[in-house]
């Protein structure tokens, strides 16, 4: 069990798009099952791989996190391939800027393409549930989006500035 230092924002890492991994190795498993000990242990229902330091198109989630059960679901290389619709993501949160909560605007359906672990092509359908705004979230992160970035203006100044004054 190993627990991944979760980076912070402004961190640069956060805003790097990231690329397909190409090999499904070791590494990339014992990453996948480190950053499930980080979520479990951080109390949160998704992580991206940048989100530890890894500069790698993976994320985990489990809309219900139970550290016994560890019910998470591992997805490489994600992409979101329809979406439709919208929804409301209330008080919306990060385990990159901790304390910070808003509401965001999100599809209220979408269907994402990944891998699984052996290398397998699945799909997954998410219609206005939390599912549907983990993947979302989580998926931005490998675009280099953070959550305060669907919000308004004002406010992602007023978090921006709080959040890099606490980083120094």
Do not use: W
């Amino acid at each position: 069990m190993s627990i991944l230092e979760i980076v912070k924002y402004p961190d640069p890492i956060l805003r790097k798009k990231l690329q397909d991994i190409e090999n499904i190795d070791e590494e990339t498993k014992t990453l996948i099952s480190d950053m499930a000990d980080t979520m479990y242990e951080d109390n949160g229902v998704g992580l991206a791989a940048n989100q530890v330091g890894a500069l790698k198109r993976l994320i985990i989630f489990d809309p219900e996190p139970d550290p016994e059960k560890r019910n998470f679901t591992a997805l490489i290389n994600p992409h979101i391939v329809e979406k439709h619709g919208e929804q409301l993501s209330e008080g919306e949160g990060c385990l990159s800027l901790p304390g910070i909560r808003s509401d965001v605007k999100r599809y209220a359906g979408i269907k994402v393409e990944a891998l699984d672990l052996d290398g397998n092509t699945i799909t997954i359908e998410a219609e206005n549930d939390l599912p549907s705004i983990i993947l979302q979230h989580e998926i931005d992160h490998l675009d280099g989006i953070v959550f305060i970035d669907h919000i308004s203006a004002l406010k992602r100044k007023l978090y921006h500035k709080k959040l890099t004054k606490r980083a120094r």
